[in-house]
Structure formats: C-alpha cells, structure tokens
C-alpha cells in the first residue's frame, strides 16, 4: 500500500481557499486518490476521487501532477462548517478495505 | 450511495460485559461490510471485513474471539464486543461500498463504546 503524508493540521479563515497537499511517493499504476471528510464523532465521507489530472465536483477540487506522486485537496471558501478532519487515501481499486493515514486536521475560524 | 446506520449510536458498560453493535444497510444488499476502530484523536484502524454468509476476516492484532461479527443478511452485520475492559472504549464504525464504486465507501454515523 502506498504510504500518504500530509499535515498534521490546518488553520484558515472564513471565505479563503483552503489547500492541503498529500505526499505518495509510491503510489502504483492502478491506485486512485480518495479524500474523505470526517466530523467529530461521525463516520467520514467520501469527498472526491481521481487518478491524474484534475477533478471537481460541487464540494472541491482535487488536483494531481503528471507524476502523482502527490495530490492537493481544493476547498474553495471555506465556512466554519469545514472544520474537520481530511484524509487522503491511495489504493487501487480491487482492495475493498481502505486504509486511513493520519488525516489533517482543517480548523476554519470567523 | 449507499446509506448505512448504526445503534446504539452510544452505550456504556461495565467491565466484563459484552455489547453488540448493529450496523445496517439501509438501501441496498451489502455483502461486504467493514468494522473500524478509532481512539480519540487518531485515525480510523481497520478491524475487519464482514462477509456476508461466511467468517469474518480479521486485521492483524485483532482478536477474533473477542470482537465477534456476525453477517447473518445482506443488510446488517454485528459486533459484539465479549468481555468488555476499559481499554475497548473507542469509537466503532461499519462501512460498505457499491460494488461499481472505486475506493468510495459509506460509513455508519458510529458507535461510542465506554466501559466503565
């Protein structure tokens, strides 16, 4: 399984664009990059998935450089509604369990 | 997508007790579910897969015979914790995917377990 890095936390402010970058060096050829969201105390949610390129749907934006060796999450102006935890995950597609990094921690504040 | 339910959504116990948690498929046949454990501020760890029909599979370190699941239907798979001490207070959740969804899955709203 390819190993994701991304930051421990974040801060930014109400109306700003937030991006978090996730690190996967060893990402394989048939892995797909999925962010999932998660509140306190709830189950996460599927955000966004991609696999080069880039891909936007009504929530974000998710980019991904021709070497995919990375990803960065694009919230575009963000609420406090926002503040939560993002994982970024990589696995391809025949896996049917997912393996959870330790997620960056987005605190949006007024 | 899919929508998946837990309950209870809290419980809390006394040590040496066994607790059941449910986690339903409320739209469509599940064969796979997944449980995860998730301590305070931490990530979610992958305990095991239910399969529907047959034996659980189990992550590394996960003791079978104290975390039971049950797929008995296509819409509900069980956890019962056996035998519960404080250190299994975490939160619980399930998950399943849509078998045309790619690494998209739907998770439960999850379980806070206290054992006192």
């Known amino acids: 399984l390819a190993k994701t890095t991304q930051p421990i936390s974040m801060d930014s402010y109400e109306g700003q664009e937030v991006n978090i970058t996730c690190s996967h060096n060893n990402i394989a050829t048939n892995d797909y990059i999925t962010w999932y969201q998660q509140f306190p105390s709830q189950g996460p949610r599927f955000i966004i998935q991609?696999?080069?390129t880039k891909v936007t749907n009504e929530v974000a934006s998710l980019f991904i450089p021709a070497d995919r060796k990375s990803s960065t999450l694009s919230l575009p102006r963000v609420s406090l509604s926002d503040t939560a935890v993002y994982y970024c995950l990589v696995a391809d597609t025949g896996r049917r369990a997912l393996t959870f990094g330790s997620g960056t921690r987005l605190q949006v504040q007024p | 997508g899919a929508v998946v339910s837990q309950h209870p959504s809290w419980v809390i116990c006394k040590s040496g007790t066994s607790v059941k948690i449910e986690c339903r498929s409320l739209d469509f046949q599940a064969t796979t579910m997944f449980w995860y454990r998730q301590f305070p501020k931490q990530s979610l760890m992958l305990m095991a897969t239910?399969?529907?029909?047959?034996?659980?599979?189990?992550e590394q370190g996960v003791e079978k015979d104290k975390f039971l699941i049950n797929h008995a239907s296509l819409t509900l798979s069980t956890l019962t914790v056996t035998s519960a001490h404080p250190e299994d207070s975490s939160f619980y959740i399930c998950s399943t995917r849509l078998p045309s969804s790619y690494n998209e899955q739907f998770f439960g709203p999850g379980t806070r377990l206290t054992v006192l």
């Open positions: 991609g696999y080069k």
């Open positions: 239910s399969n529907e029909g047959s034996k659980a599979t189990y």
